[in-house]
């Protein structure tokens, strides 16, 4: 019995101390514990500040109390902080402000420029945002086909520079007189930019059109003057068979307007239909003549009568019953005019004033002299 019980405290002996060692003490031996310190709890986080409100600068009043300016890294600040650092201290004066920015921009490195503010209890924090343009990383002019053309030397230096319209519309319209020179009045060219890396590309679309090549000239409502004498006129300032270059065109019309001012026609009125899409060309002036004028009474005043009967002496193209004619009253004024500079009335003036009666069909003419202060 007494072996017996012996097995068994020997067994139960190594069950406890297998038992404390699956505890992680040794067998036999007790380990005690010390309980946890209570910690304080953490403080409370914070919540992050809200981002202060910003109002357009039209809601804003009071005095600008500082500045501050945003934007990317390839923003010129040192242009702009000194047009706003004589603001600070100053009421916000819109107008004034403004014109300094427009100043900015009219600089062609900015794109725009965003004013907003936050509106404090003793004036105004000013917030100027910067969009600066960007690089101009490629120029390419194409035809219709896609074919690239050669680049003026005005475009080829806007690569690697700022994006500046003004510089490619001046290169627009250099292109477009240059096709319209040769006879392309249809030519259209226009510039588009797509992003690229590191700023944008340009591309120039050209269309120039059909060349037109004047093959013909035709008088609309020319009744009393024959279309041969008025291709006489204009044959040496529009020939035919050159090319249609605008100005020309709107050059003759004056020609010819003069032309009927010089022989009678004081309602003429003419203009040149746009011109065709496709050859041949043929200029087409829309004439309106209207009837023939003469001269009523004519008479000068602002001297005594014996000097205005010597003065009409001087003239005498311009009498009553004579053609009208704008060329020959100018003449006439001119020479009234010599004769008062040259009896000691340098400062002289002659101002024809005409009195029409469209029922008549006659001008009234009044040669008005003021001879001015005496002396050179």
Not at 19 to 46: D, I, N, Q, R
Not at 138 to 151: E, I, Q
Not at 181 to 194: L, M, Q, Y
């Amino acid at each position: 019995m007494r072996a017996v019980l012996s097995s068994l405290g020997l067994a139960l002996g190594l069950g406890l101390g297998l038992a404390l060692a699956a505890c992680g003490g040794a067998a036999g031996s007790h380990t005690a514990t010390t309980p946890a310190k209570p910690t304080a709890p953490p403080p409370p986080v914070a919540p992050p500040a809200s981002p202060p409100t910003l109002a357009t600068w039209d809601q804003l009043h009071g005095p600008i109390k500082s500045f501050s300016i945003t934007g990317g890294e390839d923003v010129d600040y040192l242009r702009m902080q000194p047009l706003l650092n004589d603001e600070v201290g100053k009421p916000l004066d819109r107008a004034r402000l403004r014109a300094k920015l427009d100043g900015a921009l009219a600089a062609q490195t900015l794109a725009n420029v965003e004013v907003s503010g936050e509106q404090l209890a003793d004036g105004i924090r000013l917030v100027v945002r910067l969009t600066a343009r960007p690089n101009v990383i490629s120029v390419v002019v194409k035809d219709p086909a896609g074919l690239a053309l050669p680049l003026s030397s005005g475009l080829s230096a806007a690569v690697g520079a700022r994006l500046a319209p003004p510089v490619l519309d001046a290169a627009v319209s250099a292109l477009i007189d240059d096709y319209a020179a040769s006879g392309n009045v249809a030519a259209t060219v226009e510039w588009t930019t797509t992003p690229a890396t590191g700023g944008v590309a340009v591309t120039i679309a050209v269309d120039p059109g059909e060349a037109l090549v004047i093959a013909g000239r035709t008088y609309d409502g020319a009744k009393l003057v024959k279309a041969a004498e008025l291709d006489r006129l204009l044959a040496h300032d529009l020939p035919l068979n050159t090319p249609w270059i605008q100005d020309k065109v709107d050059r003759a019309v004056l020609l010819l307007v003069a032309y009927y001012w010089d022989h009678g026609f004081a309602e003429v009125a003419i203009r040149a239909a746009p011109p065709p899409v496709h050859p041949p060309a043929t200029v087409v002036f829309q004439v309106h003549e209207g009837p023939l004028y003469h001269l009523g009474m004519v008479d000068v005043s602002g001297v005594p009568p014996a000097d205005a009967k010597r003065f009409r002496a001087l003239m005498p193209k311009v009498k009553t019953g004579a053609l009208f004619s704008r060329t020959d009253i100018a003449n006439g004024r001119d020479a009234v005019t010599a004769a008062l500079v040259h009896e000691g009335h340098p400062r002289a003036l002659v101002s024809p004033v005409t009195r029409v009666d469209p029922t008549k069909h006659l001008v009234g003419l009044s040669f008005e002299i003021d001879l001015g202060p005496a002396g050179p």
